[in-house]
């Protein structure tokens, strides 16, 4: 049995996304990937602002809550919420596993399905697509496999981080 590695690159293709009205063309809140190995985490949408924390996560999935035209306001997958600037994120979908427990991960998108490997806990896995069922494609470590998609972090629309909830702290303006 394969147990899947903590930190895998994502290879999912990207997902279409309907335009929207914002400097992007794509939807707020909406799910992007970490682009780099390390990026950083800011106050606010510009150098000049304080760096909270460095990112150490390639493929994270981070939720896009606010942006202007070179950056992006971010939830992550343990609540934080930072400005980062556009370049350091992706496309491809990805999802983590936050539980602390490993997630069997199956070779259909049913329950009952041959389990062919286990993710780790805070694994990032890509994302291949979700079925109407709730079940999750995903490929990580060259293992393609199925999960139920509430056992995964990266896929509910509503904003994730609930300060992101509150328009005074999701201006994409001032220090």
């Known amino acids: 049995m394969t147990i899947l590695a903590a930190a895998s690159a994502a290879s999912a293709a990207a997902w279409a996304a309907p335009e929207a009205n914002t400097p992007s063309g794509f939807p707020v809140p909406r799910y992007v990937s970490l682009k780099f190995q390390t990026v950083n985490a800011r106050g606010g949408p510009g150098d000049d602002h304080r760096l ?3 990112y150490h996560a390639r493929g994270l999935p981070v939720q896009v809550v606010a942006e202007n035209t070179e950056w992006r ?8 919420l930072a400005w980062v600037h556009k370049r350091t994120t992706d496309a491809p979908r990805t999802v983590i596993r936050t539980q602390m427990r490993p997630l069997a991960v199956h070779s259909s998108g049913k329950e009952s399905a041959r389990v062919v490997a ?4 805070r694994a990032i896995a890509g994302l291949t697509k979700c079925d109407e069922r709730g079940w999750c494609k995903i490929k990580v470590d060259g293992v393609t496999g199925w999960i139920p998609s509430p056992q995964v972090w990266g896929l509910d629309a509503s904003p994730q981080c609930g300060a992101a909830l509150r328009p005074d702290l999701t201006s994409n303006s001032g220090h």
């Open 52 to 54: 909270l924390w460095v």
């Open 118 to 121: 286990y993710l780790r806990p």
């Open 73 to 80: 306001r971010i939830c992550d997958p343990d609540g934080g």
